[in-house]
């Protein structure tokens, strides 16, 4: 499971006060006083949590967010403020924030939102393996073998993918039982799961 934290904020002082506090419960923190100095390093960095300050300098930490995702990156980001600015905390959720701080910030609130960030990464970075292991798996099936599969994943019968392809239900068969074989399990519900996984609804 993820354990970086990376905290934008142009305030010294309210860097190190949180790179401490989450420093304490066994994160990974790292501080950066500017968003340009961060955009520079964010690419070369590990997913983590963001906890951006929303006034600074230059770039705002909700203009910040957006250059972000110019970039692909999406990941979990708090937003601090010392403004209770409506309007910016809206704004803050369109662009993916999973919570709205306002200062001083509840060393609590702060703690479980970075969690829930945290438990947000370890769920993507799970669906992307899953997601990983079905396309090298559909990689490894032969054209007939994928054309099978297809059909299974969208509930029809062996006679039925028999019809279908202008085969015998006894290869049809054998064409299953070579994709079990490759994926380990006969479980349509698995198989499907694979397919859908890899290729989508098509």
Known sequence: MSNFVYVVDDD???RKALSLLLETVGLDVRSFASPETFLKQATDLMPGCLILDIRMPAISGLKLQEKLTEQGINWP?????GHGDIEACRRAFRNGAIDFLSKPVDEQD???????????LE???????E????VALIGHLTGREQEVLAM???GLTTKHIADALDLS???VESHRAAIAGK??????????????EACGDQ
Not at 77 to 81: D, G, K, L, R, Y
Not at 183 to 196: D, F, I, K, V
């Open 183 to 196: 994926a380990g399990t006969s479980s349509t519900a698995e198989l499907t799961r694979y397919w859908l």
């Open 123 to 129: 769920a993507r970075e799970q669906a992307s393996a």
């Open 77 to 81: 980001t708090v937003i601090i403020s």
């Open 110 to 120: 702060l703690i479980d939102a970075i969690q829930k960030g945290h438990a947000e």
């Open 131 to 134: 997601r990983a292991e079905a």
């Open 152 to 154: 299974i994943s969208k």
């Open 12 to 14: 010294e002082a309210v």
């Open 169 to 171: 239900p006894r290869t």
